[in-house]
């Protein structure tokens, strides 16, 4: 039972960072119809300024600073790469945001260094805050709940309530329509990526010193953000939602089960010393949303929610 | 029924709650050219999406010589002897003249997904090739890209795909949109020799070229057929007078 | 049928201009490759020169994929990593000399690696083919995590993180050649090189290729003219597959080791870039690309440990200004010097030119600096005997002023061009 509990309360916490990455990337990819490669990288770019900025202040300035200025980098690579590129057609602007994460990668390393910076949580929330079943369970990882639920919150207003929200619900669905409309599309772009990567850089802020704030986070955090946005349907919000918390779940449930595939197929002869009964479910964790992908691919070729085909 | 090139049987589409096909019933006889013409709006376009199997029907039924194409992918009822143009111009922008209604040949002439031949040795390609290109006129242009034709020799292009792979059946949407008089003569010659024994639908803004061209017409209105017949009786039908004709009598239609 | 032959214009060609077009380079291929020997090339040489001849066979499979059908994958090493591991155990086999195996020679591990590929292909590609544009993209990624990811699993398969190794020396002698020595692997992999880029070419030259570059352009329409685009894509994919694998088998034989690395998307990203950067639009593109990136692989990390970063900044540069690569403008120069244009643009390339190496200035001299700033040793970049330390002043005049200029030069051409074709 306290496996379960603790699983499901980190898969939801993983699942909700996901889908922080995974709306932003929807966003921009709706709109734009650009499939932005260098996501991940603005998630790391928001960790490490976090990290910098709590060197000369504290936490919570960093909280609120580093996806701003993450979103104000996202607008500037909008305005002066993307908007260039975009005329060629949606493959050179996903070959343009592939080219900027392996840039932004390599300029993360010049400046922070190629090892993991000390990226800590902060103090006032580094202290256990309740105890379940005998283990303490960290305030941070509440902290983290909170934020992303308000995000959540904050982005259902927007988009259902204001009238920037409306546009963009409009530009979701006829992105050419806004456009006849007499809003500047161009603006409405830079603002949706800019917008988009704050996200991405909010989730490294409150992510980075969860996991680890490394060069390599991007790498690492990329495709799984990729499949989130393919399995939940590429341009849908719910089926992102959906798929961000399923692979949430999956992964970090799959971790604490110690049972070999053997325990599971040993009905079927499958032994435990044989090389692939010898695997264990929680080796296998880190590949789970890629089986997951090409499953729902081979059942459902549009993703969970998808209906466009792009 | 094997005297029917078409047939449509209670056909319906609708999007979501839009009612775009209400019930069309249509034969289109061996040999016949039929003209669909119709308001803005009335469903033409959508007609031809279902026949072709670029949309599903939402229900009803269409056969094609006999075999029952609804539900069938675009290929395959392209396989089975059906081919369309587009009224949008729809072509291998990066491809030569030439290249594009080899295109069209090569599924035909039995090369369907071929990797072992050499596409410049199949010597009827080639031949066949050149002899459409010379029938629509576009064989002193056959070398160059595609994109660099002018507007009416697009659509010119656009029709010697369609005819490029014989099939026995031929939807045209909209051949002659947006040409100049001469220009429009000249497509209507070409359709008149491309559909020669051949069934022909064709969906035409252009009254002169529809009543020159038609054997039957059908009105097409809120996506309901209100009436089918010869020129001469289309032209008598109060009824079409009163839904359609009205306003472009004067300038269209020849007396 | 009959009447058709009597109007027949052949459009096709002339057999002068056919082998002047696809007959001839192919002969001077062969020639170049059977002269570099001649030159006694050093060990380092000729190692250089085999990888080249992987990555352009490699580099080729993958246009096959996005310049011809227009399918992007960011994973196309799985299939050479799949094609290079079975060629490994092929070896290993040979080398044990169980059952036939003992009577097959390495020369012929290509092949084998072609047949693994196009098995990969076809079965990898069964799931990823049925989404085209981005979502294939998407999907390609994460099947090549979802690969390298097994291939650290499966040791037996894979051999874990030190990967599996072969000796090359085994099975009879084909063609007089030991492969032992380099010059030896040289003659091998100049052969599988040449019969890379013949089969590929011949591919475009088929019913299938051309479909695909069809399916690139218009994929509705293809489906009006009686194809399924996604059985295009699926077979292209097969044959993408075929050929990187047989890269593979190819590398499998001058490197003589396979690790899950190979499948990762490490080496997916560089084939991309190596690819796009040579010119995705040409055939001969991905072969210069390959060309250059194999030599720059080799010989700048020796120079500066920022050459990556010198690789992104160039392949960005590379997307935005010059989306048609190397061969693009090897293929744009040679036109105007044919022509005779050269003194109408030659003062417009003059200025680009300059503005383009004031602006290299510049980015050098800061990508320098800041890796020596970073690593903290104290090192200063110094350049022609120029100290240039992060925090003097000189530094910052190096690199925004050259910036500047090169910037407002290149601003400048374009303007006037621009008034010029307008």
Known sequence: METVVFAVLNGVIYGLLLFMLSSGLTLIFSMMGVLNFAHASFYMLGAYFAYTLMEGSNFWIALFIAPVLVGLAGMVVERYGLRKVHARGHVAELLFTFGLAYLIDEVVKIFWGRTAVNYKVPELLDFPLFTLYGAQYPAYRIFILLVAILMLVALWYLLRRTRAGLIIQAALTHPHMVGHLGHNVPMIFMMVFGAGCALAGLAGVIGGNYFITDPAMAVQMGPIVFVVVVVGGLGSLEGAFIAAMIIGLLQTSAVSINASLADIFGFLGLAGTSEVGGITIASMAPMLPFLLLVVVLMVRPTGLMGDREV | MSNEALQLIDLKKSFGPAKIIQGVNLQVAKGERHAIIGPNGAGKSTLFNLISGRFLPTSGEIWLNGDKISGKKPFEINRMGLSRSFQVSNIFTNMTVRENVRCGVLYSMGYGYSFWRNIGNLREVSEKTAAILEDVGLIDKAHLPATLLPYADQ???????????????????????????????????????????????????????????????????YGEIIATGTPEEIRGDPKVREAYLGEEVEEGVPA | MTDMTTTYVDLAPSRAEKFRQRVL??????????????????????????????????????????????????????????????????????????????????????????GAGALAGAVIGWPSCRRAGTPFAMISLGVAELVAAAGFMFDSLFGGEMGISADRMGGPEF??????????????????????????????????????????????????????????????????????????????????????????LVPSGAILIAAYVGGIRYFTGPIMGAIVMTYMGSNLSDYTAGWLLYLGLMFVGVVMFVPDGIAGVVYGTWDVLRSGRLNEVAAGWAIRLLGLALMAVSTITLVEVAFRWSDGYGEVFEPFGLELAHGSPLTWVVIVLPFVIGALLLRRVARSESEVTS
């Open chain 2, 155 to 221: 659509r010119t292009l656009e029709i010697a795909i369609t005819i490029a792979g014989g099939a026995e059946v031929i939807l045209l949407d909209e051949p002659t949109a947006g040409m100049s008089h001469s220009e429009t003569d000249r497509a209507v010659a070409l359709i008149e020799k491309a559909s020669q024994g051949k069934t022909l639908l064709i969906v035409e803004h252009d009254m002169g070229v529809v009543f020159n061209l038609a054997d039957r017409i059908s009105v097409l209105v």
């Open chain 3, 175 to 264: 063609l007089g050649l030991s492969l032992g020595p380099l010059n030896e692997v040289y003659w091998y992999i100049a052969f599988w090189t040449f019969v890379g880029v013949v089969g590929t070419y011949a591919f475009t030259r088929t019913p299938l290729g051309k479909l695909s570059e069809a399916t690139r352009d218009n994929p509705e329409r293809v489906e009006f003219v009686g194809y399924n685009p996604q059985r295009v894509r699926y077979l292209v994919f097969i044959f993408a597959g075929a050929f990187a694998g047989m890269a593979g088998g190819m590398s499998a034989v001058q490197d003589e080791i396979f690790t899950p690395e190979n499948l990762s």
């Open chain 3, 25 to 114: 380079p192919m002969i001077l291929f062969a020639l170049a490759l059977a002269v570099i020997p001649l030159f006694g090339p050093s060990r380092s040489t000729l190692t250089l020169l085999n990888h080249m001849g992987i990555n352009i066979v490699f580099a080729l499979s993958f246009n096959m994929l996005l310049g011809r059908a227009g399918m992007l994958s960011f994973g196309h090493a799985v299939y050479l990593g799949l094609g290079g591991y079975f060629c490994v155990h092929v070896m290993n086999w040979i080398a044990a000399d169980t059952g036939i195996w003992g009577a097959v020679p390495i020369f012929t591990m290509p092949a084998f690696g072609f």
